[in-house]
């Protein structure tokens, strides 16, 4: 059984002044799922996420939540949450009335914001910390109360922008778990922001990547690896060698060296190829290998990198 589409953008162009920042996009986010908005600074991911909040209203389209058209609607009557970059904590508060405040605005009796914080604590391993200040917890720890106080209030949608960014490394692959294994947990629809490609990757059901105001390719992060559909999707998805490639029946070639041809590549003609650095294998000379010249030699803890040269070109290998 297919799933329904909670989140839909039919449409959509935003403009501010004469610059067109959102251009005629289409998107769809199935009940349940974790979709993704990638690409570098600019590209317009974040005005898409300010759409579907209610913080920016399109141009032009419209914009669909649970099948209601959303697109006049405030921000308040849209039942959504929005994780936010900055936390957006209140220093003034606990962490207990900090979680709770959506819920005490909404009128919930005080017995029920107490009980349902605690639960929200416990969600996000931060049990026992109602009482304490944003100013004597860690910048990991705050995140995760900008999570409980998102989940408190059980949102249709839950939209995530760029969460992690002011993070360490570890502690962002920690949070990323978290955010995944909840995100599941609840079943909540939801749409996250961010130009880390190995976050997107590790968070999402599907990632949708953009580039100054376009959609360039949907679809799994596996599929988006290893099926890119255009030269940019090849480079900005992981590092990837580009060739200059023949292809003929059956076979491409590159600069001498024939490989089976893949069934979606073209039949005839020339083209790019791009072949990532982990496909390629450094070895003493074989029947089918070729000779090239090592430049560079980087050690980079679980791997080495490895500066090749070869017909003039330089590549990369891992």
Not at 61 to 83: A, K, L, P, Y
Not at 195 to 212: I, Y
Not at 268 to 279: D, K, N, T, Y
Request: glycine share 8%; charged share 25%.
């Amino acid at each position: 059984m297919s799933q329904k589409n909670f989140v839909e953008l039919r449409n959509v162009t935003k403009r501010f002044g004469s610059n067109t920042v959102i251009d005629n996009i289409n998107l769809t986010i199935p009940q349940g799922q974790m979709v993704t908005l990638l690409g570098p600074s600019g590209c317009g991911k974040t005005t898409i996420l300010r759409l579907v909040a209610g913080l920016e209203k399109p141009s032009e389209g419209q914009i669909f939540i649970d099948g209601e058209d959303v697109t006049h609607r405030s921000i308040q009557q849209r039942d959504i949450c929005m994780v936010f970059q900055s936390y957006a904590l209140f220093p003034h508060m606990s962490l207990g009335d900090n979680v709770g405040y959506g819920l005490k605005m909404l009128g919930a009796s005080r017995s029920d914001v107490k009980a349902r914080v605690k639960e929200a604590l416990a969600m996000v391993d931060l049990e026992g910390f109602e009482d304490r200040y944003v100013d004597q917890i860690s910048g990991g720890q705050q995140q995760r109360v900008a999570l409980a106080r998102a989940l408190i209030l059980k949102p249709k949608v839950l939209l995530f922008d760029e969460p992690l960014s002011n993070l360490d490394a570890n502690l962002r692959r920690s949070m990323r778990d978290k955010i995944r294994e909840l995100q599941k947990q609840f079943d909540i629809t939801s749409l996250y922001v961010t130009h880390d490609q190995s976050e997107a990757f590790a968070v999402s059901d599907t990632v949708l990547v953009m580039n100054k105001g376009h959609i360039m390719q949907i679809g799994s992060p596996q599929d988006l690896y290893r099926q890119p559909a255009s030269r940019f999707m090849a480079s900005f998805m992981g590092d990837a060698n580009l060739f200059p490639a023949a292809f003929s029946e059956g076979f491409v070639d590159i600069y001498g060296y024939r490989l089976p041809r893949p069934p979606h590549f073209a039949a005839h003609g020339e083209g790019s190829v791009g072949v990532r650095p982990e496909a390629i294998t450094l070895s003493d000379r074989g029947e089918e290998s070729q000779r090239c010249t090592i430049r560079h030699v980087a050690y980079m803890g679980p791997q080495y990198e490895v500066t090749v040269e070869w017909h003039g070109r330089k590549f990369c290998c891992r």
